[in-house]
């Protein structure tokens, strides 16, 4: 039995520019960090033929081609296009569409546990590279390299998308004090709204494809935010990148008009008014989570929980995509 666990993701500044889109003519560069919360793989050889698969579905198939799941059937057709013994099972310490970038820790997590299911060695960078050739190559998602690349480094790891799509990877350096103050006053909390970030990053995609020129500037200036936000967390001041995060939301939002809705821009008021900093909605938009720089965590988590929002505690994870057991 191989279990693999790969961590979600929440951005840090930067984000939207690690598109294809965008970044070969641009270049991109995101902050992100890895958090321990976690997509499970299982892998075995059952006892009879056949391809067994349990996720938020039950698949009993007897060929590839027959497999439902569109990143379970690429990522075995790529592994072992003959394989015809199998059992894969996945779980999931917080759900799909909620803007943490599981599918993506999904696809890192299943590569490497096939990899050892066929007593294969891959390196992380490889690994992330695999799952982005599943995603974007093979499946034509509208989506960039971030949450593969981060799903499998781990840290808060800043990434660099040259226009040879080559990506650099720094790990920042942060103070141990930098890292507790983030720990403590970086808050997460559930909106209760999940969605699909196609639609948005289809748009995305196709503005800047095209090259309009609002959309281009608006990611140029989120480019910039990005490297801001480096600097503040490097030199210890979580101020500033929580004003930053906020600078990065009222930009954010002139995307597309399915960004945000009224419920979240009350909350976002609400959080703003009573101990936030500064925050956004963590991934493509339209749902997920809403996430603060709080200068005063207690007031604003008593403030949104009373709201009825639900907060989900997070440290930051260092390990990346790994082998648990095999």
């Not at 990143?71 to 790529?78: A, C, G, N, Q, V």
């Not at 226009?163 to 997460?188: A, C, G, T, W």
């Not at 956004?280 to 929002?309: I, Q």
Request: proline letters at 2%; a negative charge.
């Amino acid at each position: 039995m191989i279990i693999v666990r790969s961590p979600l993701r929440i951005s840090l500044g930067g984000g939207g520019t690690d598109l294809a889109s965008y970044y070969k003519d641009h270049e991109g560069f995101l902050i992100a960090a890895a958090i321990d919360k976690y997509i499970y793989v299982n892998v075995m050889r059952p006892f009879t033929k056949g391809i067994y698969l349990k996720y938020s579905d039950i698949e009993v198939v007897k060929s590839l081609v027959d497999i439902k799941h569109p990143i379970i059937r690429e990522s075995l057709k790529f592994i072992n296009s003959s394989i015809d013994q199998i059992e894969i099972t996945t779980l999931a310490d917080i759900p799909a569409g909620t803007g943490l970038g599981s599918s993506s820790s999904f696809s890192t997590a299943l590569l490497k546990a096939l990899y050892a299911f066929e007593r294969k060695q891959i390196h992380h960078k490889e690994l992330a590279e695999l799952a982005c050739h599943v995603e974007i190559d093979l499946l034509k998602e509208p989506i960039g390299k971030q949450d593969q690349y981060i799903a499998t480094t781990g840290g808060i790891t800043a990434f660099k998308f040259n226009k040879d799509d080559s990506v650099d990877i720094k790990p920042l350096h942060l103070k141990q004090e930098v890292l507790d103050d983030l720990e403590d006053n970086l808050l997460l909390f559930f909106t209760g709204y999940s969605r699909e970030a196609g639609s948005i990053l289809q748009d995305q995609k196709d503005k800047s494809l095209k090259n309009d020129k609002a959309m281009i500037s608006n990611l140029d200036y989120v480019k910039e935010i990005g490297y801001e936000s480096m600097k503040a967390l490097e030199s210890g001041d979580t101020s500033t990148f929580g004003a930053l995060m906020h600078e990065h939301w009222e930009n954010k939002k002139k995307r597309s008009g399915g960004m945000s809705n009224q419920h979240i821009n009350e909350w976002y008021d609400l959080a703003m008014r009573n101990g936030a900093i500064g925050g956004k909605l963590v991934g493509a938009g339209g749902g997920g989570f809403l996430m603060f720089m709080a200068d005063d965590a207690k007031k604003l988590r008593t403030t949104l929980v009373n709201a009825g929002m639900e907060e989900v505690r997070f440290r930051f994870d260092f390990e990346g995509t790994k082998s648990i057991k095999v």
